[in-house]
Every structure is written in C-alpha cells, then in structure tokens.
C-alpha cells in the first residue's frame, strides 16, 4: 500500500469530504427534492461579479442557496472587455439563464485594490490591476484629498465598482439585450468584512440611454 492510499494522507483532505455529507443531509431534511429540483435546471434571477477573496462568498452573503444566483469572481471584481472568461460568464448569464439583475459587488479592504494603491512590483498581477490604476489616475484629486490610507483606499474600492458597472453596460452583450426589450438593470455594490453588511453605491443602470453616446452601440 502507498502512502497515498492511507486513511489519514492530509491529502486526500477528508474533513472537506465529511463537511460535504453533512451539508447534504441538511439540504435533504430541510428540502428532500432540492437536489432533484436543482439538477433539473438553473434559473437564477441574479448574476453576482464579485472579488475572488474567499471571505467574500456571494450565496452567504445575500442569504440565498445553490441555484439562486449565478457566480463569476476575480481579483478586485474586474469586468474587463479583453476577459472572455467574464464575458462569456455574462452572456451565458444574459442570453441563456436570462436574469434580470448583474450586481458587482466589491468589498473595502480589498487586497487587489491596495496593491494597485501601493504601486509595489507585484508580478504578474500588476498587469490586471493596470485597471484599477486607471481609476486611480482619473479619480486622484479626489482620492488624495482624504488624509488617512485606508479611507482612500475604500474609496478606490467604491470608484471600481462603479467603474466596474460602467464596463458592464458598455459591452454589446447588455446593450444588445436592452435593444430586445430585455429587462436587465446593472447594479454596484461593497461589501464590509468587519460587519458582514452591504452598501449600494447607488449607480445602477437599466437602459441605453443612462450611458454616454460614444459607448452605445448602434443597431
């Protein structure tokens, strides 16, 4: 016998395997179809682009199961229009399963977001953070206005949402589906780790015309 074969190789990570059986019987006891209801289809109301840091968990957090919203993370909650990862998520999310509402949720202290404040040589990363640069160039009189380091820092979190949003409605994926008559609004918002609560950053867009001209694309 291998080392590997042995019952308690850390590898083989079994206390994620028991955790996973008691959720199972949970879900069972409280809901003894929802496995059945849930592999039949997936019809969520709700697209959640938010930050790939794990205290940050999109169903948690809005208190909703498997099934109800649809999940695309990255770092710092980037809607690039060079990432066919987060496209192709959103348009799956907007043609296909069709939801009504794309949120992005950012949450201060995030790390993404600080790297890119701290300017520090990073590797690879700073390449996408290069996004969030950009906000902090277009926003740095603001930004610099505040004296202490973590409120700009916050600050920048809550400006890349709403940046974030902007990129969302600028791509032909939601643009084509207003011009359909598609009911779809884009909405921003941050998270708080230090109280677990949500703040709408009061930017959401439902409709071509909340978006300037030179972005709208032309039947």
């Not at 190789?9 to 409280?30: C, D, V, Y």
């Not at 179809?33 to 930050?51: N, V």
């Not at 794990?54 to 690039?80: C, K, T, W, Y």
């Not at 906000?135 to 709403?162: G, K, M, P, W, Y």
Request: proline share 3%; with cysteine.
């Amino acid at each position: 016998m291998s080392e590997d074969d042995t019952d308690d190789n850390p590898r083989k990570l079994q206390g994620l395997f028991a955790n996973n059986r008691r959720w199972a019987e949970r879900i069972r006891t409280s809901d003894p179809d929802f496995f059945a209801k849930l592999a039949a289809q997936q019809s969520p109301e709700y697209l959640w682009i938010g930050c790939s840091d794990s205290r940050v968990p999109a169903n948690q957090i809005v208190d909703l199961l498997p099934g109800e919203i649809f999940v695309h993370r990255n770092v710092a909650n980037m809607v690039v229009h060079t990432d066919f990862n987060c496209l192709t998520v959103l348009q799956y999310a907007v043609d296909v399963l069709k939801v009504k509402h794309v949120i992005v949720v950012g949450h201060y202290g995030c790390g993404g977001v600080r790297a890119a404040y701290e300017s520090a040589d990073n590797g690879l990363i700073d390449n996408w953070l290069r996004n969030i640069k950009d906000v902090l160039q277009i926003h740095r009189t603001r930004i610099h206005a505040l004296e202490d380091e973590s409120a700009r820092i916050n600050l920048l979190c809550e400006l890349n949402v709403v940046t974030q949003v902007a990129n969302v409605c600028h791509t032909t994926i939601v643009q084509n589906a207003w011009q359909r008559g598609q009911e779809l609004t884009v909405h921003g918002w941050v998270y708080s780790l230090e109280d677990g609560m949500l703040t709408d950053m009061d930017c959401s867009v439902d409709s071509l015309e909340q978006i300037p001209e030179v972005y709208r694309v032309v039947p």
